[in-house]
């Protein structure tokens, strides 16, 4: 199972869709995703406490657990590749005129199908259509 920031975060920060997410992933061995999953939790939690979601001192207890958590080998990332990017791209064009498919989103589902990481757990909205444009099986469903 791959997971992207989406539903990564919801182990992190107590979100709607939190106790899903950790059902699907509990005890299913390491979580996986790629390496662009690092940037972007930084990012997810940035934006969280600009707009207020949480404190600094939040910010920075889960950005440490969520380190830990990398060190300590609870998650395993697949390196993106140049190969991935032109799949990325590949992506974005197959899913034009359906679904508003994002450069970051796309190397998410490059990496997903690029190395067979199936199923894809995410819960953002434009992933899950275009998962369903690029027949990408979704966790859960």
Do not use: N
């Not at 979100?15 to 990012?43: T, Y």
């Not at 958590?69 to 005129?97: K, M, N, P, V």
């Not at 199908?113 to 275009?130: E, H, I, K, N, S």
């Amino acid at each position: 199972m791959y997971l992207d920031t989406s539903a990564a975060a919801k182990l992190y920060l107590p979100e709607p869709e939190s106790e899903a997410i950790q059902r699907l992933v509990g005890g299913k061995g390491p979580l996986v995703s790629s390496d662009l999953l690092v940037p972007e939790f930084a990012s997810m939690l940035a934006r969280k406490r600009r707009e207020g979601g949480i404190g600094p001192s939040a910010q920075r207890q889960v950005w440490a657990l969520f380190q830990e958590h990398l060190s300590a080998g609870y998650w395993s990332l697949a390196t993106l590749t140049r190969q991935d990017y032109g799949h990325a791209a590949d992506l974005i064009l197959q899913c034009q005129g359906s679904v508003p498919l994002r450069t970051l989103d796309a190397l998410h589902l490059a990496a997903c199908q690029g190395y067979g990481l199936f199923p894809l757990c995410t819960t953002d909205r434009v992933m899950q259509r275009a998962a369903g444009v690029l027949k990408i099986p979704l966790a859960g469903q």
